[in-house]
């Protein structure tokens, strides 16, 4: 089946510092990406949607300058959260599209990331 | 927005019986989808159902959709403690590229 990686797996970081997220897809390519982020016991939460070569489509009330989305090609997205602080600590997970394959249809999630923010 | 809203209750079980949770939704959906999360992980897609279809069964799995009643049902069978984990339903709005994942529905399979 199809992969996608995330790492790190878990960051622990100091207030102000960013924190950059990869989100891969190892043996297909994905024209869109997902940003989510998750609190304990709670839904996902979409945050944004990440199109390979154009800007990311952030959903209302996400700061695009505060979680900053670059997908550079068909297998990378990449999400950094900018001077984190404490109210930034979440789970965060990725999910990709396959090329070709229509909107709604089964997505690949990576293992996500769980943020800590000192 | 959610749309897939899971009944809240958490299941616990013993393993061997059968575990049941619901799901429904607000608008009309091309399809819907159910995913597993482990504690700390992705999720994992366990299985699609087409507005079309009725039913559906993967394995163990078996899940339910009435458009009418805008809601769904996945049962698993002879639950394991493997199966310990929480469920999510996600619909895929029409005319929205996007799923949108209901609130959850954490099962404990006690061996």
């Known amino acids: 089946g199809a992969v996608v990686s995330q790492h790190p797996s878990w960051v622990i970081c100091k207030s102000g510092t960013s924190v950059k997220i990869e989100c891969r897809s190892l043996?297909?390519?994905?024209?869109?990406m997902f940003w989510y982020r998750q609190f304990p016991k709670q839904s996902l939460m979409l945050m944004a949607t990440?199109?390979?070569?154009?800007?990311?489509?952030?959903e209302q009330g996400v700061e695009k300058d505060k979680f900053l989305i670059n997908h550079a090609s068909l297998t990378l997205s990449t999400l950094t959260v900018t001077s984190a602080h404490p109210e930034d600590s979440s789970f965060y997970i990725c999910s990709a599209s396959p090329l070709r394959q229509g909107f709604g249809e089964k997505l690949f999630f990576g293992s996500g990331t769980q943020l800590s923010v000192l | 927005s959610q749309q897939g809203e899971e009944d809240p209750q958490a299941l616990s079980i013993q393993e061997g019986e059968n575990a049941t949770m619901n799901c429904s939704y607000k608008t009309s959906i091309n399809n819907l989808q159910w995913y597993r999360q482990n504690s700390g992980r992705g999720l994992v897609h366990l299985i699609l159902i087409r507005s079309n279809e009725r039913e559906k069964h993967s394995g163990r799995l078996r899940v339910t959709l009435d458009t009418s009643k805008k809601s769904s049902s996945l049962l698993i069978t002879a639950s394991r403690a493997a199966d310990t984990a929480s469920y999510f339903c996600a619909t895929d709005a029409r005319g929205n590229n996007r799923l949108a994942f209901g609130k959850g529905n954490q099962v404990v399979v006690i061996p």
């Open positions: 990440s199109n390979e070569g154009s800007k990311a489509t952030y």
């Open positions: 043996d297909f390519q994905a024209t869109t």
